[in-house]
Every structure is written in structure tokens, then in C-alpha cells.
């Protein structure tokens, strides 16, 4: 009886919490789209409004952070379904020549060089600064492709090489994002230390990456395999089973599927999600999909960021900001010479300056890193690294979309 007491209690709190939480996010994108602004960073500062209301006033019970955390799971699925459904895989595997040759020194660049300042300038151990290296590959073009659609310069020459090479950069970072989550259980022994020696643990390290490599192989056999044999047959029962509202929930319950498949064997929710939508994106069409999907994003996406701000402790953001501030400075040094270096040969100088602001902006991806990095504990994301992450994806998306509204008018 006092469970279901207190089941009552919590139910319309939780109820009353997730309503109000929709509603802000609503008022919040509408505020900062007014000023052609990036909502993430706002998602963001409404999870740290709602961590130090919590942390002053405990409005936030233990079952009401295991939703709020479902929730997130669930929008950072939308997230990734979103790459993979909007991306153009045909398109892209032709364009694939070009956009690889931008593609290879923007990851090394941005990588790289982010693992050894993160761990021999700023002092990190070897797993945080791997995480750090993993969420700087990715970029959030999401930010940028917005401002160049407002612009009318996404049809160009240099809006193709972009949308490209930010494909790309999703999709390789999904797949490090899920190589080394596979590999935590040997970083996490490596950086705490243990009875094993390092030849057993570099040894063990290969293994682990190995058989990731065996399942990340199967699972895009199982993927394709369903692709050419299936989507067809299951697109006909759909269309049979009801409206296209019933075809619509039927094909998101096939996306959630696979991605919880791929998170059992392994691989991650995410590089499932983003698998899912890569292979049903060549109906999406026939589907009538954006307009169902797009509303499941407004839904369930802001949830994500709001996680990731309400994980930050409000008391440790000014000893962070030193931080913050010197990884966003190579977030933008890294992007802007990696592509830079190559792109200087399809585009002039101008050019070039805008296809590198635009790749600037860390959010989706990078996010689900550290807020993974995070969950695992202090050996992968410390919580002063965790909240100058944020700074550097607040950062990125508010300094890119400033800089590309005024560089793009000019243009």
C-alpha cells in the first residue's frame, strides 16, 4: 500500500515536471530562433537552471532523474536516427573521392592534436583525453547548414562540400564513439591501475577492438542484408496494416529496435540509431517521414541537452572556464586548418574560411561522448573536463552561427 502511495505521489509531479519541461523548451527555441540562434545552448541552460534548482531545493526526486535520464536515452536516439535518415547515402558514396580527401586531415587535426594538449598541457589522464579526442572529430552541422539555408548558399559549390564532409564527420565519429565505448572496461584498468602489466592490458586493449571490429562488421552485413531483402517486403505489410500514420509509428518502432539490437550485442544505441536511419533514408519520401519525425526531434531532442546541463555541478563552472576556454580554442584552430588544408584546392581563401567555421560547432555527437564519458565515472570524464565541454559546445554553436550569419551576408 505505501508503494502505491508513493507511486501516486510521484506520478503527478513527474507528469506536471515533463509538461512544463516541453513547454519551456518550446518558449526557449522560439526565443532563440528569434535571434537565428542555436536552441541548444539554451536546452543546455535550462539543465543547469534545473541542477541548481534541484541542488538548492530537491525538487528532483531519485525517480524523477531516472526519467529525466530515460528521456535523454531516448533523444539521443531521435538524434542519431536524424543523421542517418537525412543523410543521402548515394550521393554521398559518389561525392566520396572529394569529401575523403577533406575528410582525412580534418579528423587527424582535430583529434590528435586535442589528445596531447588535453593530456600533457592541461594535465588529464590518458581515457579522459581519449574521450576529448573522440567528441573533437565530430561537428554539429546542424548549427551551420541552418544559417546556410537562411542565407541561400547551401546550393553552392562550397554548401556541397560541406554537407559532405560533416556526413562524413558524423559518421566516423558515431563508429570511434562506438569503438571506444567498447574498449572502456581495459581504458578504465589502464587508468586505475591493476594487477595485470601493460603488455596484458595493451594485449587485452587489441582484443577488445578486435571483436568490436567483427561485430561492427556483422551488424552492417545484418543491416544491408535487411536493406535488400526486407525493407521492401516490410514497407508492403505496413502500407497494409493501416493509415500512414500507422505505417509512420510501425517504421519508428523497426528504428528503435535496431538500435536497442545493436546496444545488445555491443555496438551502442547510438550507431544502431544511426544505422536505422541510414537504412530506411532511401523511402523516407515514399514514408512521408519529415514531418512525423521532425516532431518526434522537437519532443525528445532537448531532453538530451537538458541532461547533459543538469549533470553539471554549478559549483565547479568558474574552475573550469580556464579549461573551457583553451579547448574551444583548439575546437576552432582544429576544424578551420583540417579542412583548410585541402578544401584550399576546390574554393578560394573565402571559401574556405566558411566551410571551416561552419565545421566548428560540437553538439550532437561530441555530447553523447562526454555524457557517456560521464556516466562511467571520474577515470573517463572528470567534472571539471565534463562542464568545459559544455562551455565548448555552447561555445561553438552561439560563436559559429554569429560569425556565419555576418560572413555569409558578406559572401
Known amino acids: 500500500m505505501q508503494l502505491l502511495l508513493n507511486i501516486d505521489f510521484n506520478v503527478p509531479w513527474l507528469v506536471f515536471g515533463f509538461g512544463s519541461l516541453i513547454m519551456l523548451c518550446v518558449l526557449t527555441k522560439a526565443g532563440f530562433d528569434r535571434f537565428s540562434l542555436p536552441s541548444i545552448v539554451g536546452y ?51 561525392a566520396l573521392p572529394k569529401a575523403a580527401k577533406v575528410w582525412v586531415p580534418d579528423m587527424l587535426v582535430s583529434s590528435l592534436p586535442t589528445y596531447f594538449i588535453t593530456r600533457y598541457l592541461l594535465g588529464y589522464g590518458m581515457a579522459p583525453s581519449l574521450f576529448v579526442a573522440v567528441a573533437m572529430t565530430a561537428t554539429s552541422v546542424g548549427v551551420s547548414v541552418a544559417v546556410w539555408k537562411e542565407t541561400h548558399k547551401l546550393d553552392t559549390k562550397e554548401g556541397g562540400i560541406l554537407l559532405d564532409t560533416a556526413e562524413l564527420d558524423d559518421i566516423s565519429g558515431v563508429a570511434f564513439m562506438a569503438l571506444l565505448f567498447s574498449i572502456a572496461p581495459v581504458l578504465k584498468q589502464m587508468s586505475i591501475g591493476g594487477h595485470k602489466g601493460d603488455a596484458a592490458l595493451i594485449s587485452e586493449l587489441g582484443n577488445e577492438a578486435g571483436l568490436f571490429a567483427v561485430k561492427f562488421i556483422v551488424f552492417i552485413a545484418m543491416i544491408l542484408a535487411l536493406g535488400r531483402y526486407l525493407e521492401a517486403p516490410l514497407a508492403h505489410v505496413t502500407r497494409k496494416i493501416g493509415n500512414k500514420a500507422t505505417v509512420l509509428i510501425f517504421v519508428g518502432g523497426c528504428g528503435f529496435s535496431i538500435a536497442g539490437l545493436a546496444g545488445m550485442i555491443g555496438l551502442s544505441l547510438p550507431i544502431g540509431a544511426l544505422f536505422a536511419g541510414l537504412l530506411l533514408s532511401r523511402h523516407r519520401e515514399d514514408y512521408g517521414f519529415q514531418p512525423f519525425y521532425r516532431s518526434l526531434y522537437l519532443l525528445f531532442m532537448p531532453f538530451f541537452f537538458i541532461h547533459i546541463g543538469f549533470q553539471i555541478n554549478p559549483h565547479i563552472i568558474m574552475g573550469s572556464l580556464a579549461t573551457g576556454v583553451a579547448l574551444t580554442f583548439v575546437a576552432l584552430i582544429s576544424k578551420v586548418v583540417g579542412t583548410g588544408c585541402v578544401t584550399r584546392l576546390f574554393t578560394n581563401t573565402y571559401g574556405v574560411l566558411l566551410i571551416g567555421a561552419s565545421m566548428v560547432p560540437r553538439a550532437e555527437v561530441a555530447m553523447i561522448v562526454v555524457q557517456r564519458g560521464k556516466d562511467l565515472g571520474d577515470w573517463a570524464m572528470p567534472d571539471e573536463l565534463y562542464a568545459a565541454m559544455v562551455f565548448v559546445s555552447a561555445a561553438t554553436c552561439m560563436g559559429a552561427a554569429i560569425f556565419l550569419h555576418w560572413a555569409l551576408r558578406r559572401w
Open 44 to 94: 543546455l541552460l535550462v539543465g543547469m537552471l534545473l541542477s541548481f534548482a534541484d541542488r538548492e531545493m530537491g525538487i528532483l526526486n531519485h525517480s524523477g532523474e531516472g526519467v529525466l535520464s530515460f528521456l535523454s536515452a531516448v533523444g539521443v536516439i531521435v538524434l542519431l536516427f536524424r543523421v542517418g535518415i537525412e543523410s543521402n547515402l548515394h550521393a554521398l558514396l559518389h
